[in-house]
């Protein structure tokens, strides 16, 4: 099986800044790997799908890239309503999730 | 807008069958285009993928817990089904139904698509 290693798991940060999610996959996956935003007690999120697709509704500071096993998830000026934790995702495997936190 | 809504029992007791359906409104389940899954996330964990099933009946379980995992379908009442038997308190989780959309990639893994749609959760508990 294919795993996918998430990093960190978890970060500190202030509105304003920007932030990156990483995600290895133990082989290649080609572009096929996606994002997910997930609040406590609400449904998990598409963000971005095959790496870099964001989806309709999803603000421009989120971004996805990478392909083969290196993939990132990026966030521009972060806003209150984006501490959440992430999760990549390919196939039946989901990262461990990073929690994204107020400093 | 397709809209998923997960039901079923909150309370399991050891050693049975833990059954949940997910009702599809706005949208059906016979759409040639989707998969419907069930996902799970044990308190304080990460998410789990457990299996997928398009509308015809075709499946395909994580193979973690393919011994123990049913999904079902009715396309006459519009819904998909999963029955995970022999729980114990380790399934104890916030059950997640979901869609799964294209584009698919075919990997060493199996399919990979996007789960585009996801209904709230429900919480189920295992415990006598």
């Known amino acids: 099986d294919i795993q996918m290693t998430q990093s960190p798991s978890s970060l500190s940060a202030s509105v304003g800044d920007t932030v990156t999610i990483t995600c290895r996959a133990s082989q290649k996956i080609s572009s096929y790997l996606n994002w997910y935003q997930h609040k406590p007690g609400k449904a998990p999120k598409l963000l971005i799908s095959?790496?870099?697709t964001l989806q309709t509704g999803v603000p421009s500071r989120f971004s996805g890239g990478g392909s083969g096993t290196d993939f990132t998830l990026t966030i521009t000026n972060l806003q209150p309503e984006d501490f959440a934790t992430y999760y990549c995702?390919?196939?039946?495997?989901f990262g461990q999730g990073t929690k994204v936190e107020i400093k | 807008q397709v809209q998923l809504q997960e039901s079923g029992p909150g309370l399991v007791k050891p050693s049975e069958t833990l059954s949940l359906t997910c009702n599809v409104s706005s949208g059906s389940v016979s759409s040639g285009s989707y998969y419907w899954s069930w996902i799970r996330q044990p308190a304080g964990k990460g998410l789990e993928f457990l299996g997928y099933?398009?509308?015809?009946?075709?499946?395909n379980y994580n193979p973690s817990l393919k011994s123990r995992v049913t999904i079902s379908v009715d396309t006459s009442k519009n819904h998909f089904s999963l029955n995970l038997n022999s729980v114990t308190a380790a399934d104890t989780a916030v059950y997640f139904c979901?869609?799964?959309?294209?584009?698919?990639?075919?990997?060493?893994?199996?399919?990979?698509?996007?789960?585009?749609?996801w209904g709230q959760g429900t919480v189920v508990t295992v415990s006598s």
């Open positions: 099933i398009y509308y015809t009946g075709s499946t």
């Open positions: 979901a869609r799964l959309a294209p584009p698919y990639f075919f990997g060493p893994s199996g399919r990979t698509g996007s789960l585009d749609i």
């Open positions: 995702q390919q196939t039946w495997t």
């Open positions: 095959v790496a870099s």
